[in-house]
């Protein structure tokens, strides 16, 4: 991960995911405000669960390049099978992706099996996932106590962000607020893992007394104590984290706005009652329309279906 390739490639995947988590759950409320759900992926007309294969599918790619395709021998190993030291922030990228494979595989073999309480189960897998993403952030090995580290910090607290949204989503799955923050931190996410690797890889975008040194087999962004260059790229690191902060606002209100010009609320099921009046809905139409809601039913999201209506 520690190239301009690394950053952006897991970037645009963050970013993909983060907006197609925000049209959906803003369509979602949108058309079902009263009986919002929030599930923690989206399933897609007659590929259901696209999103957890691409998920599955870029995780493995992104552990086949970190441990095998990326280093020099192609392999990450010592010739006794320790961990040499310069290959350690391979393994923890690597286990990264491995976090996320693991929740896309459970949340697909969760849904196939249609276990109860599969999607509290799932989100806590998702949960799971981000709070490895920050623990190895956190904790990494390489130096980023540098304007690296400045963009990892910053990173890192989406990362929480993300990790909050994600286990409040489990408490409470109805509120629009929490999914809509957790979709909008994980386009942030994206756009900053790509703004990160732009920035620290292309020799031009460094900023003035900055420069790149080769270090342990990879480039490494390094600035000169002297004449202020370190503490300058790092206030400039901050301002870039500000305006990509009010970029991802922007875009989560205009989005908003376009969607309620397009989606309008639906018909609202309204049981029928007899001369007693008592209802004759036996409940099964309205597990249908939750469980279709989180994903967890036979029809796709957005699928529409006759609705009831009641009698004069």
């Given at each position: 991960?520690?190239?301009?390739?690394?950053?952006?490639?897991?970037?645009?995947?963050?970013?993909?995911?983060?907006?197609?988590?925000?049209?959906?759950?803003?369509?979602?409320?949108?058309?079902?405000?009263?009986?919002?759900?929030?599930?923690?992926?989206?399933?897609?007309?007659?590929?259901?669960?696209?999103?957890?294969?691409?998920?599955?599918?870029?995780?493995?790619?992104?552990?086949?390049?970190?441990?095998?395709?990326?280093?020099?021998?192609?392999?990450?190993?010592?010739?006794?099978?320790?961990?040499?030291?310069?290959?350690?922030?391979?393994?923890?990228?690597?286990?990264?992706?491995?976090?996320?494979?693991?929740?896309?595989?459970?949340?697909?073999?969760?849904?196939?099996?249609?276990?109860?309480?599969?999607?509290?189960?799932?989100?806590?897998?998702?949960?799971?996932?981000?709070?490895?993403?920050?623990?190895?952030?956190?904790?990494?090995?390489?130096?980023h106590a540098g304007v690296e580290g400045q963009y990892h910090l910053l990173l890192q607290g989406v990362a929480a962000v993300t990790l909050a949204a994600t286990a409040l989503g489990v408490a409470a799955p109805r509120s629009f607020?929490?999914?809509?923050?957790?979709?909008?931190?994980?386009?942030?996410?994206?756009?900053?893992?790509?703004?990160?690797?732009?920035?620290?890889?292309?020799?031009?975008?460094?900023?003035?007394?900055?420069?790149?040194?080769?270090?342990?087999?990879?480039?490494?962004?390094?600035?000169?104590?002297?004449?202020?260059?370190l503490a300058r790229a790092k206030a400039l690191v901050n301002l870039q984290f500000s305006w990509y902060l009010s970029a991802t606002v922007v875009l989560v209100v205009v989005l908003y706005l376009r969607?309620?010009?397009?989606?309008?609320?639906?018909?609202?099921?309204?049981?029928?009652?007899?001369?007693?009046?008592?209802?004759?809905?036996?409940?099964?139409?309205?597990?249908?329309?939750?469980?279709?809601?989180?994903?967890?039913?036979?029809?796709?999201?957005?699928?529409?279906?006759?609705?009831?209506?009641?009698?004069?």
């Open positions: 991960m520690g190239t301009l390739v690394g950053h952006v490639a897991p970037g645009l995947g963050f970013l993909v995911v983060g907006l197609w988590h925000l049209y959906n759950h803003i369509r979602l409320f949108l058309l079902r405000p009263r009986s919002n759900v929030a599930p923690v992926w989206f399933p897609v007309r007659g590929a259901r669960h696209l999103e957890l294969i691409l998920v599955i599918a870029g995780a493995a790619a992104s552990i086949l390049i970190e441990l095998v395709i990326g280093p020099a021998r192609h392999q990450p190993f010592d010739a006794d099978g320790a961990v040499p030291a310069e290959h350690l922030h391979n393994f923890e990228h690597a286990s990264i992706s491995l976090a996320l494979l693991v929740y896309a595989a459970a949340a697909i073999h969760l849904d196939r099996a249609r276990a109860p309480g599969r999607d509290a189960v799932s989100q806590l897998a998702a949960a799971a996932a981000f709070a490895q993403e920050l623990m190895l952030f956190h904790l990494h090995s390489a130096d607020a929490v999914s809509l923050v957790r979709s909008a931190s994980l386009v942030l996410q994206g756009a900053w893992f790509v703004a990160m690797g732009v920035a620290l890889w292309t020799p031009a975008l460094l900023p003035r007394g900055c420069f790149l040194s080769h270090e342990d087999g990879h480039d490494v962004a390094r600035c000169r104590e002297e004449g202020g260059a969607m309620c010009s397009l989606y309008k609320e639906e018909p609202q099921y309204v049981p029928m009652v007899d001369g007693n009046g008592h209802g004759d809905d036996d409940g099964d139409d309205d597990d249908n329309d939750v469980e279709a809601a989180k994903g967890g039913g036979g029809r796709a999201f957005g699928e529409s279906r006759p609705m009831k209506v009641s009698r004069p």
